[in-house]
Structure formats: C-alpha cells, structure tokens
C-alpha cells in the first residue's frame, strides 16, 4: 500500500528565506509525483508534475525534485513571501489492482511572515 | 470561464434531506474525480469516471452517488448523509485519467447538521 508522508507538518519563515519542504512514499512504483498549492477553504492549484523519469522540474521560485530509490521529493522555494503562504500537498499516482491510483500527502501549512 | 466549476459553494444539509453537487469543466478533458477533504486527514479519491465511465470506487458509502451525463459535467448525489460526512467536495479533471496533470475545482464546503 502506498503511503505518503509531508513533513514538517506546519512551517513558520520569514520573508526573504529559502525553504524545502518534503514528501516521502513507500513505494517506487509510481507514474509520477505532483504538487500542488491550496489556499484556505479553497481548491487546489497544481504547481509542478514529475514524471517518473524526470529528477526535477522547476517553475520560476519554485524547484521540485524526486528521488525514486529513496521515496522522497522535495519542494524548494526561493526568497518566499507573504503570498506563497498556503498548504502545500504532495501527491503520488501510482498502478494499483483497479487500474490507477493517487494517493496525497497531508500537508504542509505554510507561514511566510512580512 | 474558469476551467473547473463547482456549485454550490456551500451547502447545509438535514441527516434525512437529498441534495446534489455539481462540478463542470470547460477543458475538454476525458477524466473527472470527486474528493472529499477532512479536517486533519488527507485528501481521499471518492470516484473517477473516464470516457464517462466509473473505473475507480474507493469503497465509499453508498448514501453517496456520483453520476457523470457528459464528459463535462459530474455531479455527486447526496442522500441520508451522516454529521461525519461534513467536508470540503473537491471536483478534479485532467486529460486521461491520473497521468495528467489534474485541475481542481474551488470546492463545495458541506455541512450535515
């Protein structure tokens, strides 16, 4: 069964600071590794997609990478600011029995403080 | 327009009242999910259809019935629900199921009195 865990759970920075934030699964069998951004009481934005074979993507501030043999990726964000704060998830597709399957992490509630 | 809507936004029910959720996408994608999102759990897959066609059902309850007419439009029937089943219903679609991306709705809050 796979199992996805985000640690810290919770994370409090001020503005300016560079931040990793972390995604751990049990299983290697997966299609690929997604993170997204939700804002309060809202739906979720996604913000990058690795595939399986990628090691990283990188969207402006933002760098993920992957690491398939250790179950672990990463989420960096440079020079953080008020705005980037939010819950950020991870989540894993993966083939199961049925067919597909995707399964997330529980978070990682993000503070940036001015 | 946005690419995923959801409707309503909020919804305060009755344990014995019947209502519907409604989630619609103007992406032109093959695959559509329910979520429901908990106080302190993490997000759970409740169903997915693709090509308008259920291929995922997660053991959910079956006071909860989805049904997809078209391959924009998705709606979850709610019936005899439980205080328990108070959540955040999030609406997703992405291209072909689960190697997409998928986009997410704003959510319809629910709340079973």
């Known amino acids: 069964k796979q199992e996805v865990t985000q640690i810290p759970a919770a994370l409090s920075v001020p503005e300016g600071e560079n931040l990793v934030l972390n995604c751990s699964f049990t299983d290697s069998a997966i299609y690929n590794l997604q993170w997204f951004r939700q804002d309060p009481g809202k739906g979720l934005t996604s913000l990058l997609l690795i595939q399986s074979s990628q090691r990283e993507q990188t969207s402006g501030r933002l760098n993920a990478s992957l690491d398939k043999s250790s179950g672990r990726s990463t989420l960096y964000i440079a020079a953080s600011q008020p705005g980037d704060s939010a819950t950020y998830l991870c989540?894993?597709?993966?083939?199961?029995?049925?067919?597909?399957?995707?399964?997330f992490g529980g978070g990682t509630r993000l503070m940036v403080k001015p | 327009e946005t690419g995923v809507t959801q409707t309503p936004r909020h919804l305060v029910m009755g344990m014995t009242n019947k209502k519907s959720l409604k989630c619609e996408q103007h992406l032109g994608h093959n695959a559509m999910y329910w979520y429901k999102q908990s106080a302190k759990k993490p997000l759970e897959l409740m169903f997915v259809?693709?090509?308008?066609?259920?291929?995922e059902n997660n053991s959910v309850p079956s006071r909860f019935s989805p049904e997809c007419p078209n391959s924009s439009h998705l709606f979850l029937h709610l019936h005899t629900l439980q205080p328990e089943d108070s959540a955040l219903y999030l609406c997703?679609?992405?291209?072909?199921?689960?190697?997409?991306?998928?986009?997410f709705g704003p959510g319809t809050r629910l709340t079973v009195l």
């Open positions: 997703a679609s992405s291209q072909e199921q689960f190697v997409d991306t998928q986009y």
């Open positions: 989540a894993i597709q993966f083939p199961n029995n049925a067919g597909n399957m995707l399964t």
């Open positions: 259809y693709s090509l308008e066609e259920r291929v």
